[in-house]
């Protein structure tokens, strides 16, 4: 069932660890099969080293429902299943501890468009989710962390696509996709633009967003509809 | 004698290498075989790469004595022992000079839950122990170290296997936990956890202990009695 | 064509990678034949562990054609032309967003000589090339990158093999040299001289240009006409 | 001629890269016959993935000159010479521009003994070698820096081999010890000890010198007459 998308969502949870963004088992990928309403998700708290395709579980889009496999799904399911359901459009979603964007997460500071880095990733500054009510962390914690993070890009009027990544306050980051792949890409991004704005900020402290034409033209040449960078898609 | 445990001990200790923890010699793992009153540890000075199974020297929980092993046991072999006899519920423990966590113990800094990496291992606030007086490292100072740690948990109610860990001022950290590779798995903790404070006092010098609920929920999920974090022990 | 050089192109390209100058796909290096009047550069968005010497895209100096290759010429490939008509001494070009030196370029800081690691490849402050305007990003945005180096250049009265690196605001480092693989090299030393600065101002926030007698003296003893550092060339 | 020490000399070169302590060329690293009055030391500029123990270069400590080697030696060869002829009791020398030692050394900054790690290899503070006047860089630049380092000893009663490092103003670090490996793993201790300096200074700008009774038992129970850490040498 779904042997290429639990291919890729391996491949996608190993480029992780080869990436430096999970250290011990704190860290996973899904990603969704739109047509048949299931996606595949790493199994809980395996490690890495010892991942292979058929321990991925394939959950049911609608009701949660392990439909195979033997092992556990991250316990972070519920949070991947309510941001699939929200947003029809992404296709993959990683979730990591990565030490920078945690940073971020934990210091409660939302990231700024600093430089063209994050201008080829993400269309304005990325956002910091709010923390739960003790109410929502008592009972359905993982759907009510997906929850808020859709409720967060509502209020800011944000698309997923262009907005492809949120730091859950006290917690870490959540980033998206097109694909489980294109969700480690992100997430990589996130981690890169996380670290550069400690030392810009360091270096000066009043740097900011950079100017609008330059975010356009950098997001807009990457993923917009006359993107010119990489390789025309066959 | 103790094969399967000092196969445990030094796949221990390698991980220190592989996670980064170790540089040079700077770092040790044990782990404790109640029924027999005998923990193994390793040699002292001894380079990572040549370490074998047969190198860990046995050590007599009762007396400090080795019982077996050719080489010395590790210079912190007294601290270990003093952890083990105080601590009954622990089977392993760490000790390195990882660059962060040892910032925090050369500043003399505890470390407050900023986020859930932290809620995930520690419940609270790592504590610094005291720095040990002119007469405890006279004699006995490997031995004195250990009794200032109980000492600190002793008078801050801490129960071992909820803070599996503490930073000795002007030194290092320890680590400790079920067992060694547990203890391990605490010390990488510890590590990340130490320089995501750094990023996230830098972002934000107020941001310190999460809310209570959320500390509880992440500790819970993966520690408490109805853990649901990773797979089911057969 | 050029088989030589798409060769050394691609290894300059791979030690980006080995050096961890590039994430993902951000990076390019290319190098120019005087002769021919062609260069040779990376294709766009293509991953690292895939590129083959086949791979590399021949472009004419005269007019930015493609000359040969199957695949689409880095999205820089603009800004490599207008250096290599401009700067004529240069034989190599390297784009990256390594991460320290993105700091100094998001945070708009030009890098003063504060050491001999710097002194032995670049002969004086690295400079921040001004932002581009709306009318300079809306057409040829690549192509005008470029000559906003080129008008930095000429300002400062800088000469490109004795200052053989730039940031550009907002943006991230541009370096060059001799060849593709001496422009990796310098690339590599700005990164490092990046990172140096930002624990030198920490430690010290007035540490700033070396005594001119020690910069003169490290920059000539390697690259002056009575240079004795390495080997002598056959 | 001496293969042995070439031997020794290539491992402690070749360790300086695996311990990350090198990039491109800039480190070298020397051990010394007192018998024969030589010493073998790296030569200039050759990448470290090329070195053989047959490159290594065999030198005078009488007058400098290379008696064995077809390749030139390090540029730095004067200063080990000075440093080899004032300070009888170390075997080798180390010189890199490792990234953390070099902030201090352009910071102009000496290394207090902050912690356990420091105390283990250097008895007290690390110093800082004055910047050289013009007339010393003019002629015989290396020698001088050798000059400098020794100068500075005499004036602060320094014992070279209880503190087996300082940092050159403006430059970099120099580490010494017994032999050649003994001199990197002093120089892996500076650069680790620098690196949480940073991170100390930054959670408590007063952290400075630990007590002195930690210091000196940390010192002495690993190189004084008393020793007990490591293995006893046959």
């Known amino acids: 069932m779904l042997e290429d998308l639990k291919d ?15 250290r011990l088992t704190w860290g996973n990928v899904s990603g969704v099969d739109r047509e048949s309403g299931l996606f595949v998700i790493k199994p809980s708290g ?22 195979e496999g033997d092992l556990n799904p991250s316990s972070d399911t519920p949070t991947h299943r309510v941001l699939y359901q929200e947003f029809p459009d992404i296709g993959g979603i990683t979730h990591t501890h990565s030490v920078y964007a945690t940073m971020l997460s934990q210091a409660g500071v939302a990231l700024p468009c600093q430089g063209t880095t994050h201008a080829d990733h993400f269309y304005g500054t990325v956002p910091v989710v709010r923390e739960l009510t003790p109410e929502e962390v008592a009972e359905d914690y993982e759907t009510n962390t997906g929850r808020a993070i859709v409720e967060c890009f509502r209020e800011q009027g944000l698309k997923p696509l262009e907005m492809p ?19 480690v890409k992100n997430a990589v991004a996130l981690e890169v633009c996380s670290q550069m704005a400690l030392g810009t900020w360091q270096l000066n ?28 898609k066959a």
């Open 8 to 22: 890729q969502v391996l491949e996608a949870n190993l480029m992780l660890v080869r990436e430096g963004l999970v």
């Open 46 to 67: 395996v490690a890495y080293d010892k991942l292979r395709a058929e321990h991925m579980v394939v959950v049911s889009l609608a009701d949660g429902a392990v439909v």
């Open 165 to 183: 990544a949120a730091f859950q306050k006290h917690h870490a980051p959540f980033a998206w996709g097109k694909n489980a792949l294109d969700s």
């Open 205 to 232: 402290p009043d740097a900011n967003e950079i100017p609008r034409h330059i975010l356009e033209k950098h997001y807009l040449r990457k993923h917009g509809p006359n993107a010119y960078y990489g390789q025309k």
